[in-house]
């Protein structure tokens, strides 16, 4: 079990840019999650997905937000026209099933210039 | 919605010595969970305890326990014999089943030699 793993670690981009951020979950679990976490502050969460389908969106922080999860195995994010407003940390967890523990990956960290 | 609530931002403690951080939380639900994470710094979430709320039984691992009181909304999390190692931002966590994490603010620990 190698844990969840997140790409890239880092990302600086420029204002309006487009970003993509990849998770791979921990082998079998089925449940995958994304949060953004700001300095200071405790993980704010932003969508979900069982397998392949997305079960809450309402809680992305804007049209310019997606995730996919194709396949029901790794997912992205994806935030399009970037802001200063989005440098935060994106953390994704995964579960084995609805009522596991989450278990979180390194997280990405995007700062936008 | 749910809300979870720190309300002592930062503590610090001797090495050896017991400390024990604060939560409270807001819910209607009858069947829920409540996690304890820890973020050391510049590092990743890692998973402390885990409490449901229909054992009435406080959950223990190691040196960490917590007190659980359903009826009054409250988790606290108590580290015995304090380490170097624990120093780290601690959070508090609620997960209604099949559902997204809630968390706290965070509590900064700072464990002194």
């Known amino acids: 079990d190698t844990g969840v793993s997140q790409d890239p670690r880092h990302k600086i981009t420029k204002r309006g840019q487009n970003v993509t951020f990849r998770c791979d979950p921990i082998?079998?679990?089925?449940?995958l999650y994304w949060y953004r976490q700001t300095l200071g502050q405790g993980p704010e969460f932003l969508t979900y997905f069982q397998n392949e389908a997305q079960l809450e969106k309402s809680r992305l922080l804007s049209d310019r937000f997606s995730a996919e999860r194709p396949k029901g195995s790794f997912s992205t994010l994806e935030i399009q026209r970037t802001e200063q407003g989005d440098s935060a940390m994106y953390l994704c967890?995964?579960?084995?099933?609805?009522?596991?523990?989450?278990?979180f990956g390194p997280g990405t960290r995007l700062t936008v210039l | 919605a749910q809300t979870v609530t720190q309300s002592q931002p930062e503590m610090s403690v001797q090495e050896a010595e017991t400390v024990t951080l604060s939560c409270t939380y807001d819910t209607s639900e009858n069947n829920y969970y409540l996690f304890w994470y820890k973020q050391p710094p510049s590092r990743q979430m890692i998973l402390v305890i885990r409490q449901e709320a229909y054992k009435q039984q406080n959950a223990t691992e190691n040196r960490f326990s917590v007190n659980f009181q359903k009826a009054a909304k409250s988790f606290s999390l108590k580290i015995s014999d304090s380490q170097l190692g624990d120093t780290a931002m601690y959070f508090c966590a609620f997960m209604r089943a099949g559902n997204m994490l809630t968390f706290g603010g965070g509590t900064r620990l700072m464990v002194k030699p």
């Open positions: 082998s079998e679990h089925n449940r």
């Open positions: 967890a995964s579960s084995l099933t609805q009522s596991d523990t989450q278990y």
